[in-house]
């Protein structure tokens, strides 16, 4: 914080500060049995005031940050404040990945692009993973629903991203369309979910039409 605040941003910056309080802590160390411990508090007590950085509580800069920030920061303040500094780190990093897996589930989208028999095409936005991948039911329910032998289409240019979850999501697609005796393409893909397809098997079952363990439709 000092370092920082002084302009000293670098790392050669903060090598040199690590070094100089070693140095001092190794020689000086003796000289501060003789610093009365009211001294001692005083100057931790402003150390520990300013590095609070109490100008980011002000109704002002708070107004510039989103409502999910706001609540995991005055939570994590309070949690220092009422319990220890571990459990507040605990608590926080565990509410961060909530908001983090409820933002990224709202950003993935599925949308109906063209119904035009025997095609049926849809456009896939943002991550297909563990917190979204749920999204995808509806999809199956409007192939269960369509007449046999479509011809379902994924546009995956925006898709980002596809974790585990999200390729059992494909595969119960894929099956529903085999189910129909349709196929199943899915197009324009990202290097990320190209990968993933590939090393889950998901991209051979494609490609030859059978679902894992299954025979061809």
């Not at 070094?19 to 802590?25: D, E, K, M, Q, Y």
């Not at 909530?98 to 709202?106: E, V």
């Not at 095609?119 to 936005?125: F, G, H, I, Q």
């Amino acid at each position: 914080v000092t370092n920082i605040r002084s302009g000293g941003s670098s790392p050669i910056a903060g090598i040199v500060h690590a070094l100089t309080l070693a140095v001092i802590v190794l020689l000086a160390a003796p000289l501060a049995y003789h610093v009365p411990l009211a001294v001692l508090a005083g100057i931790l007590v402003f150390v520990g005031w300013n590095m609070g950085e109490w100008r980011e509580f002000t109704p002002v800069q708070l107004r510039h940050f989103s409502r999910h920030y706001r609540l995991l920061m005055l939570g994590t303040f309070f949690l220092t404040v009422v319990f220890d500094l571990t459990v507040a780190v605990q608590v926080g990093i565990v509410l961060a990945c909530a908001l983090f897996i409820r933002r990224m589930s709202g950003i993935f989208t599925v949308e109906l692009v063209s119904l035009q028999p025997p095609v049926l095409t849809y456009k896939l936005y943002g991550a297909l993973f563990f917190g979204a991948a749920a999204k995808l039911d509806e999809a199956v329910s409007a192939v269960e629903r369509a007449p046999r032998g479509m011809t379902v289409v994924l546009d995956a240019m925006h898709l980002i991203s596809v974790d585990a979850t999200g390729i059992d999501a494909l595969r119960q697609l894929h099956k529903a369309v085999l189910a129909r005796d349709g196929v199943l393409r899915i197009e324009s893909l990202q290097p990320q979910p190209r990968e993933v397809m590939e090393r889950s098997g998901f991209a051979d079952e494609l490609a030859t039409g059978r679902p894992a363990g299954g025979h061809s439709a």
